[in-house]
């Protein structure tokens, strides 16, 4: 391990013996779907208790009010699970952020619940690698720098959130003040299985349109209805023709429709859309406005349009490069390759990096198949991956950063 330091030896050794599997394996156990509050609030409250090790105050945050558009039409509030923040050494001249998400896509009554062990060495279990096995070798760097002697150097925030699955809307706002003064941040999305990072990143953004038309006989009067199931199947077929070389347009769903002999009088289009960079956000809201203002025309019903581009797109800019360069060079310090490519998904990382900090946001651990239930664990890179955010964190308290 050719440039380490004994700080950065004794930082390796440190995370070399962190509980991180049993960890994991514990967390795992508790189902925390996004939607899950109860099992959210267990894990919330497991996660309290593990990171209580590290100094500063720590707090499990309420959500903020969120909306969504049920299948009949009506905008409801969303209730989410509590968020845990802790803050470490405000005062220290060099601050960073360290995010993930405790949620997973396993809702409470998916068959997916419990982990076992693959032939291969691997950990399949829900969220095992997106993102508890992240959670647990964050936790284990951050410990090793606590017993640094550079501890005193380096502030820190730490946000955990319960919602990142579904878009991060009840904790958006915590993660922009969290990231307000940091040079740089690190978030615990799982690596590839081959280590690899995610680079740049496309933007997304999720809306809901709400057709109203007007109900009538489908044999004795339907010349007097105005069908919203149509019109809402003619939005789709716009805004999909809207698609373009930065921006992907996925129409997903319709709701509404009714009885056969029924004209309906309520539709809700799904749609989501992939933009590049911020000239195809503004292609995508032109084409939504337009869209909307001929179907209402052509069909004479009325749409609402609620929903918004709630993750930026994440270009590589140079503070980005720079951040990415000294996790490569730490990795090479390590005997570990790091590489990293341009993705199409999203997570709070494009979130972060759009308040102008550098952000690396698969710091986690290596795995894969995730969202489904093929989900896997490489257990073998907890260590590895902590010992290279361990460094990583090191070398940004020594001003290595700057």
Known sequence: MNGLCSIEQAAIEHVAGAPMLARTQAWVAINSGTRNLTGLAQVAQELANAFS???????????APAESVTPDGRVESIAHGR???????PEAPIQMLLTGHMDTVYGADHPFQTGRWLD?????????????????????????????????????????????????FSSRALIEGAARGKVAALTYEPALPDGTLAGARGGTG????????????????????????????????????????GLAVNPARIDGGGPNNVVPDLAILRVNFRPRDEWSIAIAKAAIERAASDVM???EVHIDVHGSFN????????????????????GTDLGIPVAW??????????????????????????????HSTEEFLIPESLPERAAL??????????????
Do not use: W
């Open 297 to 299: 025309a052509s069909h």
């Open 53 to 63: 090790v590290l100094p500063g105050h720590l707090a499990l945050v309420d959500p």
């Open 120 to 168: 291969d060495g691997r950990f399949n279990a829900p969220g095992a690698a997106d993102m508890k096995g992240g959670l647990a070798l964050m936790l284990a760097a951050l410990e090793a720098l606590e017993a640094s002697p550079l501890a005193s150097q380096l502030g820190y925030e730490v946000l955990i959130n319960s919602d990142e699955e579904t878009g991060s």
């Open 206 to 245: 999720n809306f809901s349109l709400v057709v109203r038309g007007r109900s009538a006989h489908a044999g004795r009067n339907p010349e007097e209805g105005r069908n919203a199931l149509v019109a809402a199947a003619a939005l789709a077929v716009r805004l999909a023709d809207a698609k373009a070389p």
């Open 341 to 370: 490519k341009a993705t199409g998904g999203v997570c709070d990382g494009n979130n972060i990096a759009a308040c102008g900090v550098p952000v690396v946001d698969t710091m986690g651990a290596r795995g894969g198949a995730i």
């Open 389 to 402: 955010s361990a460094v990583t964190i090191l070398r940004i308290a020594n001003g290595d950063f700057a």
């Open 83 to 89: 968020h845990l923040h802790l803050a470490v050494r």
């Open 311 to 330: 993750r930026p797109p994440k270009p590589l800019d140079p503070g980005a490069e720079k951040l990415f360069g000294l996790v490569q060079s730490v």
